[in-house]
């Protein structure tokens, strides 16, 4: 992995409303674009919310009588849910030279991959056979559940967007509609992969996940 230190604004105290936290994001965005902020890694959690793509069908939706907000997004990717006990992390970051946005997917796949070693759960990313429905994301080595899901966008050559790590609460929700395009997805956490007693924190996890992404809370300078 290329060496890409980015600033951390670490607002994983409290939970953030979707559409606050697409509003700030756009704002970032536009920053980073006029070169007004540096490389940002955002980290945060979210009250319960569906989110879906461009690409997901209506029979993905949950049923209309589901009590969870529903938002669409300009991100790729399909149905996601998000909700108190997950770790989202946003990347408002500009493509180095020769980047693309799949190789920056792989790059975020591959640093989450590198985290959860140093947490205790061997995982991988997954290569999508031709035709299928994409596997972007980050899977467990050793029960083959989902453990984060990733959709980003990029416009103007700066990402938005990013990855969302299930690390504990209740995974019922997301069986309330097809995440991810998939319908046989068994999702995941890091409480459930390491049986809840010796999971770590949020704390440990926002702290590792930092440090794998080269995070830190003091700004990096513009190039």
């Not at 529903?70 to 970051?93: S, W």
């Not at 290569?127 to 990029?154: N, Q, Y």
């Not at 967007?161 to 395009?181: E, M, Q, R, Y």
Request: hydrophobic share 40%; glycine share 8%.
């Amino acid at each position: 992995m290329k060496s890409r230190p980015v600033t951390l604004i670490d607002d994983t105290d409290h939970l953030i409303e979707y559409s606050a936290a697409m509003d700030r994001m756009q704002e970032m965005w536009e920053e980073r674009v006029a070169d007004q902020r540096p490389d940002t890694l955002w980290l945060l959690s979210h009250e319960q919310t569906f989110t879906i793509g461009r690409r997901t069908p209506d029979a993905h939706l949950p049923a209309p009588d589901t009590d969870i907000p529903v938002f669409t997004t300009n991100r790729g990717g399909q149905l996601t849910y998000h909700a108190p006990g997950q770790l989202v992390g946003y990347l408002i970051v500009k493509l180095q030279p020769g980047e693309g946005v799949v190789d920056l997917i792989r790059d975020v796949e591959n640093r989450i991959v590198a985290a959860l070693a140093e947490l205790g759960i061997a995982a991988e990313r997954r290569v999508t056979p031709p035709g299928a429905e994409l596997l972007t994301g980050v899977w467990t080595r050793d029960t083959g559940r989902k453990i984060t899901s990733i959709g980003m966008r990029v416009g103007r050559n700066v990402s938005t967007h990013g990855f969302a790590i299930n690390v504990t609460g209740d995974l019922s929700p997301w069986k309330l509609a097809v995440a991810c395009g998939l319908p046989d997805v068994d999702m995941t956490s890091v409480e459930r992969e390491l049986d809840g007693e010796k999971a770590p924190t949020m704390e440990r996890v926002v702290a590792t996940i930092a440090g794998a992404f080269e995070a830190c809370a003091t700004p990096t300078p513009l190039p």
